[in-house]
Antibody, heavy 126, light 107 residues
Framework: QALVVESGGGLVHPGGSLRLSCAAS????????MAWVRQAPGKGLEWIAY?????????KYADSVQGRFTISRDDTKRSVYLQMNSLRDEDTAVYFC??????????????????WGRGTTVTVSS | SYVLTQPPSVSVGPGETASLSCGGD??????VHWYQQKPGQAPVLVIY???RRPSGIPERFSGSKSENTATLSISRVEAGDEADYYC???????????FGGGSKLTV
């Protein structure tokens, strides 16, 4: 059974840092793009980052976190991480780890998230 | 950046067909994916690539698309279908994943 499990959430002061982890099992992790999606209280889903291979060129970030958050992975541990720096009140959210599946053909790219974790809660507050 | 627009809420009676829309500029050229999220739970992929169903998703769920609107249809709606539904695309220009604001389906 394919599974991802997030951990590392908690309470942090504005300006502080936090590192989230996501452990994967049951699928070909090293062949998979992995993503982070968050959901602020009472709000919708917001994609924030994804990556494939552990090279900087394969990483993409939403504008809202660019320069503050860093996604990384360790294929030997089947894990992906989200280092969050310079945290703000508006970063308060449930953070979900997900596998980005799909492919591209000549006409379009069919990218979606097919495996989701239950999320870990990050609260930024003084 | 690319924007997807969903109505905040949709209401239907049990047994009816729910149609949830997702609008975006030239969305007809982008594959659209749909997620269901119940309170306190993780999202679940219910439709991918416009109209394909993942394993385990009932046939009552279907997807369609026109030039500027994608639609998730749920036939014979049940109380258990009550949830938030999100559409999503991949923006080739920015290489970003984009979600719509979500629609709350009330049965």
């Amino acid at each position: 059974q394919a599974l991802v499990v997030e951990s590392g959430g908690g309470l942090v002061h504005p300006g502080g840092s936090l590192r989230l982890s996501c452990a994967a099992s049951g699928f070909a992790f090293s062949d998979s793009y992995m993503a982070w999606v968050r959901q602020a209280p009472g709000k919708g889903l917001e994609w924030i980052a994804y990556m494939w291979a552990p090279t900087s060129g394969s990483r993409k970030y939403a504008d809202s976190v660019q320069g503050r958050f860093t996604i990384s992975r360790d294929d030997t541990k089947r894990s992906v991480y989200l280092q969050m720096n310079s945290l703000r009140d508006e970063d308060t959210a449930v953070y979900f780890c997900a596998r980005r599946a799909g492919h591209c053909d000549r006409d379009a790219c069919y990218y979606y998230m097919d495996i989701w974790g239950r999320g870990t809660t990050v609260t930024v507050s003084s | 950046s690319y924007v997807l627009t969903q109505p905040p809420s949709v209401s239907v009676g049990p047994g009816e067909t729910a149609s949830l829309s997702c609008g975006g500029d030239n969305i007809g050229s982008k594959p659209v994916h749909w997620y269901q999220q119940k309170p306190g739970q993780a999202p679940v992929l219910v439709i991918y690539s416009d109209g394909r169903r993942p394993s385990g998703i009932p046939e009552r769920f279907s997807g369609s698309k026109s030039e500027n609107t994608a639609t998730l249809s749920i036939s014979r709606v049940e109380a258990g279908d009550e949830a938030d539904y999100y559409c999503q695309v991949w923006d080739r220009t920015t290489e970003h994943l984009v979600f719509g604001g979500g629609s709350k389906l009330t049965v």
